[in-house]
């Protein structure tokens, strides 16, 4: 069965630091990943999706990278601002078609 | 730009009570599919729906609950008689392919469903 995890659950930075959240699976038998964001009480708003061919995307400061053989992606965010302050879920596209979610990490960007 | 859209935003119904929880997909997207996130935990997927089939469930999704597509352009999932533990944000999502490492999905802003 599919787990993914994600670390560490809530980070604080300054702002204007450089960051990576760390995403986890236990399968490599995905179609894809996806990052999203949730603000609080919030929907979930796409940011990337990794294909399972792909080693790497970029969206402006963000760039996420997958190792599928080992089961990992990071979500790198590049001088970051007070408005980046949200929960980022890691999610994977399942051989069934369904997205199996970690739990996230909450992000606080102080400034 | 397309979107989701979910009605009502916010349910509040009696512990026993049906509840119809409303979605529009985008419209040349082929595929839905519903998901929840109880207070605190990890978003769960509970449902998908191509060409009016149930393509997956998961265990979750027990005979209290069903989806229809009624019209071209509506998508529902219903709770027959709601438990306190159905207490949850649900979202809908929606994708223009399925099994495919294209398959992205897009989420409406959710429902909180309130059981009292």
């Known amino acids: 069965k599919q787990e993914v995890t994600q670390i560490p659950a809530a980070l604080s930075v300054p702002e204007g630091e450089n960051l990576v959240l760390n995403c986890s699976f236990t399968?490599?038998?995905?179609?894809?990943l996806q990052w999203f964001r949730q603000d609080p009480g919030k929907g979930l708003t796409s940011l990337l999706l990794?294909?399972?061919?792909?080693r790497e995307q970029t969206s402006g400061r963000l760039n996420a990278s997958l190792d599928k053989s080992s089961g990992r992606s990071t979500l790198y965010i590049a001088a970051s601002q007070p408005g980046d302050s949200a929960t980022y879920l890691c999610?994977?596209?399942?051989?069934?078609?369904?997205?199996?979610f970690g739990q996230g990490t909450e992000l606080s960007v102080k400034p | 730009e397309p979107e989701v859209t979910q009605t009502p935003s916010h349910q509040v119904t009696q512990m026993g009570q049906e509840v119809i929880l409303r979605c529009v997909p985008i419209?040349?997207?082929?595929?839905f599919y519903w998901y929840r996130q109880i207070l605190g935990q990890k978003v769960e997927f509970l449902v998908s729906f191509y060409n009016n089939e149930i393509s997956e469930k998961s265990e979750i999704f027990d005979d209290q609950f069903s989806v229809e597509r009624p019209d071209g352009s509506n998508f529902t999932l219903k709770i027959r008689s709601t438990k306190l533990e159905d207490s949850a944000m649900y979202f809908c999502?929606?994708?223009?392919?399925?099994?495919?490492?294209?398959?992205?999905?897009?989420f409406g802003p959710g429902t909180r469903l309130t059981v009292l």
């Open positions: 399968d490599s038998a995905i179609y894809n």
């Open positions: 999502a929606s994708s223009v392919l399925s099994l495919s490492s294209y398959n992205e999905q897009f």
């Open positions: 990794i294909q399972s061919s792909q």
């Open positions: 419209s040349n997207h082929l595929y």
């Open positions: 999610a994977v596209l399942d051989q069934g078609g369904k997205l199996i």
